[in-house]
């Protein structure tokens, strides 16, 4: 499954709803890639988890992670982005992100990669199409638009909703929350709409992809439609995400970093 251009050595910072599943992935075996460091906010917590692994991995703090493997996968809170992928991107390695919103507010470490060869990754993670995104971006692209429907559990003590004082917990029918760019909503619900800002970034960028947000009590799943208009095709498409430990977190966004792993290097890869 890997070739010789694949790193080998994997770390993941943060063992949450993501990067536990993730861990459990590669410790099953996944193509060569060895899970070889962990960083996590409670280590104890993990100790029996990690102790069951075939093949546990070292438990190091945040910055000491890059000294254990060739690609980080940032799976923890937003405000730990920088502590996570610089020491990667700086020394030439590849870091993905989970928590694109935060990108938005570090976009240096884009410059940093270039100029050390480093990659950051923005997985599709609990969203769909950024592969036909990608494509239409190629060409022209008119329009991109999304509208997501979350289960308040979804949307509880999001900075927007706290700051305005709006009141979800009652709601008996669906409530318009926000209306505005990919940039905007990645500030106000920034552990809750990464998926907007990752469609920016494959699209036409955080200030002209337009995002509405609704707080649905009708709905189980976290549901995201993308619409997009462009001189080379026409699509919309919506998935419906079964949430994870983490009400905020589709259960497919760890196996969209297991996907995007077994990629890399492979002899046949699908999508672009
Ligand atoms: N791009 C995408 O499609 C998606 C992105 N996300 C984002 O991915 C990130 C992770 O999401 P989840 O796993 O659901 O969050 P989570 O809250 O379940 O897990 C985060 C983990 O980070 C750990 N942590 C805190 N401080 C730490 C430290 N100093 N060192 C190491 N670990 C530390 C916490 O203990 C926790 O276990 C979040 O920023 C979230 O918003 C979530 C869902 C989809
Ligand atoms: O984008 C996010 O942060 C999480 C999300 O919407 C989902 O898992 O459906």
Redesign the pocket.
Known sequence: MSSSRAPQRVAI???????AAIARELDRGQGGLTLTAV????PEKHREFLASFRSPPSVVP?DQLHAHADLVIE????R?LRAIVEPFVSGGKTAIV???A?LLQHEDLIDLAKANGGQIV??T???IGLDAVTAAAVGTIHSVRMITRKPVDGLRGAPFIVDNGIDIDGLKEPLKLFEGTAREAGKGF???L??AV?LSLAGIGPDRTMVEIWADPSVTRNTHRIEVDADSARFSMTIENIP???P???LI?PL?VIALLRKRGAALRVGS
């Open positions: 910072a943060g063992l949450g709803a993501i990067g960083a996590s906010g409670s945040l799976a923890a809170p937003a730990l989970l928590s694109a935060a923005v997985p993670g609990a969203l920034p552990a809750n990464n998926v990752a994870s430990d983490n905020r977190t589709g966004t969209s």
